[in-house]
């Protein structure tokens, strides 16, 4: 598949592990309060390829959550990281160490980075991360927005193209009804939005219960060529899942939209192996 991959400038950014914040009580839909963690810090327990819902907490992030300190060069990292870019701890015991760019989560504004050995990182450890992504077109498909995907992690998705249009692998379908919070922010290369998991009868019902941090889903009627999460009948975006469920009212597990078509150019295909662990080779 064509793209414009040698135009797409390649930057550096700057980010540090995050302190983790909690925002207590949680309070889900029938009105009981939970009093348990939050966003941020390094999440021993939870990292790529895990269910999103094997938490007990409020939008736990995997593995490394990240930000820049200066809160006016954080909306900059957030807009340019994307899932694949290569990070590089850059301080303290895990200078050198390789990861990956992961997911975004907007509202706290973390990128979020998996490392081989967190162990090695403390709140404060310097990441640089060559962001790259941001202005890839699929040359074939101009219909066919692109966003927050590496090159050449979009490379090793086996998308098959057939009749003009691209099947794309995903382990999940989400229809429009079961999204949730994030919904009508302004920039789809900036944020994440929600899956809506209140009723846990039709999220099970639709497979939902069994995502992974890392897989491809796709959302129906929805197209985020200019925003994020906008009804549009028809229309297919693909995202990745990047951090837990979450017990408040129309929140759940956040997807990081990543390809967004409205006329037909994309085809969702389920294939349950498809997440970016697997396309990374981790």
Known sequence: MRTNKEKVVK??????????????????????????????????????????????????????????????????????????????????????????????????????????????????????????????ELVDYPNVKMFNIDPELFEKIPIQEKDGKIHVPVTAIVPAYLTGSGIGAGNPAATDYDMNTLDEAEVKRVGLDEVRIGDLVAITDHYNGYGAGGYKSGSISIGVVVHSDCFKTGHGPGMVIIMTAQNGEIVPVIDKESNIKKYLGI
């Open 11 to 136: 930057l550096s950014i700057l980010v540090e592990v995050a302190h983790p914040v909690v925002r207590m009580p949680v309070v889900d839909g029938n009105g009981n309060s939970y009093y348990f963690p939050g966003v941020g810090g390094i999440t021993y327990n939870f990292g790529l390829g895990d269910n999103a819902f094997k938490m007990h907490g409020d939008h736990v992030e995997p593995d490394v959550s990240t930000k820049n300190s200066n809160k006016d060069l954080n909306p900059t990292c957030m807009a340019l990281a994307c899932i694949g870019n290569e990070a590089v701890v850059v301080s303290g015991d895990g200078k050198g160490m390789k990861g990956y760019v992961i997911g975004k989560h907007g509202g706290i504004d973390h990128v979020l980075v998996w490392v081989p050995d967190k162990e090695k990182l403390t709140i404060g450890d310097k990441i640089q991360i060559k962001a790259w992504g941001q202005g890839l």
